[in-house]
Each structure stands twice: as structure tokens, then as C-alpha cells.
């Protein structure tokens, strides 16, 4: 990627394990052998342009991320935890709140916020995201979701996408619209919602591939295994 900005990415990892039937943080769960939070540390540490990294995580779960980020840690790079929210807002918040000092000196020109369910995404996915977000003002993956019906089951609804994560965004504006969504009580659903509330910038959306499937249930884990198993093969 030419000319690439300096970036911070925030892992959003402070849900739980509830759905998918774990009795822990299902990013801790392993993925062929690895935890599912690992394969997203990993990819974002690869990232010759990513500068600073936080990881947001549940309390009860610090000091187990806490290890898994020692191990996973090349040499010379750095990891910020920080406590999560009750909220998904609530934990990205926290997360830009982490990074407020290096946004307002100017040190960072786009965040990419990432949902660490998501462990398939891969390079070239931030690669995309981030060039344009630093191009448009924000960026994420979208992917077109055909066959949708309405709750009456009639009617078919076409036209739409499904938004996923990495979301990118210019970092001053960024954080502008979630200081302003914190004196407002604004929650959004996800960072774009906040983004689109408080700021004109223009979102640009970018091809989804199929494999960037978010880990939500059971079976998901066991698709998600043999994609990998897939790509080594």
C-alpha cells in the first residue's frame, strides 16, 4: 500500500462465550491450536504501518490476554490493554480514549477499529480498509446480502449489504464523534453508526470476501477450522 498512514488499531475483545456454548471469552478459544484473539493480534502486528495496537478486554479476562499477547508479541512491538464496557460503544470508547494523546498530536492518521471474533480477516483486507478510509475519511467491508425476506416471509428485500469489521476511520474525526457520543448518551451499533451520527465523512465500503466470518456460535468455530485447514492445505 503506497504512501501508507500511520495507523492504530483497537481489537474490540471484551464479549463473551455465552452463544457459542464456552464457559470463557470465546476469543480465547483455540483455532487450530491458536486462540482466536492470536490470529487477529498476529495479522494487525504484521502490518509494517500499524504503530500502535490496544486490546480491549473484559477484567476477568485481562490477565489471560495478558499472556496470550506475551507469547504472540514479536520483538519490538507494543500492546495496550485496556477494561471493555458494558457496550460495545462503551469498549470502543475506551479503546480511543487510550489512544486520545498521539490523535490529538497528530502521531495517528487513521484507527482501525476490529471485532477479534473476526479472526479470518487478513492483510489484504486491512490493506483496503485502511488505504480508503485515509482517502475517503472512513472505510469498512461490505458484502451483499441476497435472499432476504421480509418478517412475513413474502416479500424479498434486495439492495442490501452486510457490514463487517475492520472499520477505518480518520483519527481526529474519530474521536471528535465518540467524545461528542459520550456527552449525549449516543450509543451506537457499531462504529460507522457513531461515525455517520457525528461527523460528514464519507464512508467508503470495500468487497467483503466470504471467509471474513465472525465467530458468534459453535458451528461458525468449526467453519472457520476448516477454512484455515483449507488454506494451509
Known amino acids: 500500500m503506497p504512501a501508507a498512514p500511520t495507523v492504530a488499531v483497537v481489537l474490540v475483545a471484551a464479549g463473551s462465550g455465552s452463544r457459542v456454548g464456552a464457559a470463557t471469552n470465546k476469543v480465547l478459544l483455540p483455532l487450530h491450536g491458536v486462540p482466536v484473539l492470536a490470529w487477529s493480534l498476529r495479522t494487525v502486528l504484521g502490518l509494517a504501518y500499524v504503530d500502535r495496537v490496544v486490546v480491549v478486554v473484559r477484567d476477568e479476562d485481562r490477565e489471560a490476554v495478558g499472556h496470550l499477547?506475551?507469547?504472540?508479541?514479536?520483538?519490538?512491538?507494543?500492546?495496550?490493554?485496556?477494561?471493555?464496557?458494558?457496550?460495545?460503544?462503551?469498549?470502543?470508547?475506551?479503546?480511543?480514549?487510550?489512544?486520545r494523546a498521539p490523535i490529538e498530536a497528530g502521531e495517528v492518521d487513521v484507527v482501525a477499529i476490529h471485532d477479534a471474533?473476526?479472526?479470518?480477516?487478513?492483510?489484504?483486507?486491512?490493506?483496503?480498509?485502511?488505504?480508503a478510509a485515509h482517502a475517503h475519511g472512513?472505510?469498512?467491508?461490505?458484502?451483499?446480502?441476497?435472499g432476504l425476506v421480509?418478517?412475513?416471509?413474502r416479500t424479498h428485500v434486495t439492495g442490501l449489504?452486510?457490514?463487517?469489521?475492520?472499520?477505518?476511520?480518520?483519527?481526529?474525526?474519530?474521536?471528535?464523534?465518540?467524545?461528542?457520543?459520550?456527552?449525549?448518551?449516543?450509543?451506537?451499533?457499531?462504529?460507522?453508526?457513531?461515525?455517520?451520527?457525528y461527523t460528514d465523512l464519507v464512508v467508503h465500503g470495500v468487497?467483503?470476501?466470504?471467509t471474513n466470518l465472525?465467530?458468534?456460535?459453535?458451528?461458525?468455530?468449526?467453519?472457520?477450522?476448516r477454512l484455515l485447514g483449507t488454506d494451509a492445505g
Open 161 to 197: 449489504v452486510g457490514v463487517q469489521t475492520p472499520q477505518a476511520f480518520r483519527a481526529g474525526p474519530l474521536l471528535e464523534a465518540y467524545t461528542h457520543a459520550e456527552a449525549d448518551g449516543f450509543t451506537g451499533t457499531d462504529t460507522a453508526g457513531c461515525v455517520a451520527t
Open 214 to 225: 465472525k465467530v458468534t456460535f459453535a458451528e461458525d468455530l468449526t467453519l472457520a477450522e
Open 138 to 146: 472512513g472505510a469498512l467491508p461490505a458484502r451483499p446480502q441476497p
Open 207 to 210: 468487497p467483503a470476501p466470504a
Open 117 to 131: 471474533a473476526r479472526p479470518l480477516a487478513g492483510a489484504a483486507l486491512f490493506d483496503a480498509t485502511i488505504a
Open 69 to 99: 499477547v506475551t507469547e504472540h508479541l514479536p520483538e519490538g512491538r507494543e500492546v495496550s490493554l485496556v477494561t471493555g464496557g458494558a457496550t460495545r460503544h462503551d469498549s470502543e470508547w475506551r479503546g480511543l480514549s487510550a489512544l
Open 150 to 153: 421480509t418478517a412475513d416471509g
